[in-house]
């Protein structure tokens, strides 16, 4: 009897010993699965990190290159408008001359002087001034001009249509519009569509759709193709809202940056 009540508790022991070992163990494993779990889960987070500081970096980037060329594009602007307002100031100076001129009590033969004396200035502010139409507006001047050398006019006349010619140029520099004109573009002539924002800028789209922008350089004027995906969408916004009638906005659009292709 004794014996068989030792037997049983050995077999109790035995079993709690086993119960114990069994809980100790499985401890174990479940912390280093829970650790396992937690070092996954940080690696996952860092690599969440680094992801988001490198597009920050990029945006950071993005944002410092945008800036750099908004620069751009404000110093090109405003060095053309300088170049209308210089051109601007010519035509007022002009008028002023041939208000002068008709006012005081002069000759037709005085008054014709004076208007041939200030013709080449005029005549500057066309070759000089953005490529929109240059030679026909040329063609236009030259041909009163040479009315007014052969004596076709009177002096009156003369002046008032010198006048006339004077108001319509002042009035390119102040409009936007899209017109269409004839350019070269790889050596060839083609009629294209341009729009015109005052006589600071002007760009074209030609009927196989190149876009591009007339740039003025140490040889005169050139016309150069915007190969920028985001600058062509920029020249096609302005295009459409020209052509529904919108002469006032916000729009922004590629300069003399952008790399001609």
């Not at 049983?8 to 010993?17: D, E, M, P, T």
């Not at 170049?83 to 002009?94: G, I, T, W």
């Not at 060839?188 to 924002?197: I, S, T």
Request: hydrophobic fraction near 40%; include cysteine; charged fraction near 25%.
């Amino acid at each position: 009897m004794m014996q068989s009540q030792n037997n049983l508790h050995r077999q109790v022991c035995r079993g709690v010993l086993a119960l114990a070992l069994s809980c100790v163990y499985g401890s174990g494993v479940a912390s280093a699965s829970d650790l396992n779990t937690k070092a996954e889960e940080i690696a996952s987070l860092r690599a969440e990190v680094a992801r988001l500081s490198e597009q920050v970096s990029t945006r950071e980037e993005a944002h410092r290159m945008r800036l750099r060329s908004l620069e751009t594009q404000r110093a090109d602007l405003e060095l053309q408008i300088r170049r209308v307002e210089a051109q601007q100031s010519a035509l007022a100076e002009a008028l002023s001359e041939l208000e002068e001129t008709t006012v005081a009590p002069v000759d037709d033969a005085a008054v014709t002087a004076e208007i041939l004396k200030i013709a080449p200035k005029l005549r500057t502010t066309i070759t000089d001034g953005l490529p929109f139409r240059t030679q026909e507006r040329l063609d236009d001047f030259d041909a009163l001009i040479a009315k007014i050398e052969a004596g076709e006019l009177q002096s009156g006349q003369a002046a008032a249509r010198v006048w006339a010619w004077v108001e319509d140029e002042r009035r390119l520099g102040r409009e936007n519009g899209v017109d269409r004109q004839t350019i070269t573009l790889k050596g060839q002539e083609v009629m294209v569509e341009v729009a015109r924002l005052g006589m600071v800028a002007l760009y074209y789209r030609s009927p196989t759709g190149e876009i591009g922008r007339a740039t003025r350089g140490a040889d005169g004027w050139t016309w150069n193709t915007i190969a920028d995906r985001n600058g062509r969408s920029q020249v096609n916004e302005l295009f459409n809202a020209l052509t529904r009638g919108v002469r006032t906005g916000w729009f922004e659009l590629p300069t003399a940056w952008m790399e001609p292709s």
